[in-house]
């Protein structure tokens, strides 16, 4: 793994969220999949983990969100966790995924990444997290990918052309759309391989 990313390893993350702004509107729900490589080298899901959050202090919350969602933020069977436990919980699930495949950061994966990413970097920064596992602006956007590699950048039809099951009434489910998404990526990545790209870099790398 630590070879095939240049010594990053490639974490997918989906949050759900009460609005489009990272430094205003409160993170909701947040899941990371973590990955990995069978014996062959191809790229296969780990492990999944996820929490409920609870909205920081002062959030902003749309009902827009809420009904695009469907979640409520004060439904007191979410058994949301401030911010902070949240994210230390992932984060350390994540570095120590990063410590077995033998890599020196994490890089996240998500579909529009860098939405996902700007709310993990705020919250963290909120947090006063420290040690954010996260390369901190490098991602892999499986919307784009998925547009190159499907002709469709949207998740669900990106997966209905890939030959994944997707349940719309499942979407928005922080935890489902990061499996989905994970599977998404590593069909791609995969894919790649099997038509020989990953050897074409390796041979590449041997003529330097």
């Known amino acids: 793994m630590a070879n095939r990313f240049r010594g990053f390893l490639p974490v997918v993350i989906d949050v759900e969220t009460a609005g489009f702004n990272s ?7 947040i899941a990371a999949v973590t990955l990995t490589m069978d014996e062959n080298g191809f790229l296969i899901i780990d492990q999944s983990f996820e929490a409920q959050v609870d909205p920081f202090e002062g959030a902003n919350i749309e009902q827009s969100a809420l ?3 469907g979640i409520d933020p004060f439904d007191p069977d979410r058994e949301a966790v401030p911010e902070r436990e949240a994210l230390e919980e992932i984060f350390k699930a994540v570095r120590k995924s990063i410590k077995a495949h033998d890599c020196k950061r994490a890089v996240l ?4 990444a860098s939405f ?7 919250a963290s920064n909120r947090a006063d997290i420290k040690r954010n596992p996260f390369h901190p602006f490098s991602t ?20 209905q052309v890939a030959g994944i099951d997707f349940d719309g009434k499942q979407a928005h489910s922080a ?3 990061t499996t989905k998404t994970a599977e998404l990526f590593c069909i791609i990545v995969n894919r790649w391989k099997e038509l020989g790209g ?7 790398d041997d003529y330097e």
């Open 175 to 177: 935890l489902y759309d």
């Open 116 to 122: 996902d990413q700007g709310f993990v970097n705020a």
């Open 140 to 159: 892999f956007d499986t919307a784009t990918l998925g547009g190159l590699a499907f002709g469709q950048t949207v998740l669900a039809r990106a997966c």
């Open 198 to 204: 990953w050897d074409m870099v390796d041979s590449y």
């Open 23 to 29: 430094r205003t509107d409160a993170l909701l729900e």
């Open 109 to 112: 994966v998500g579909h529009n």
């Open 67 to 69: 009904d695009f969602t």
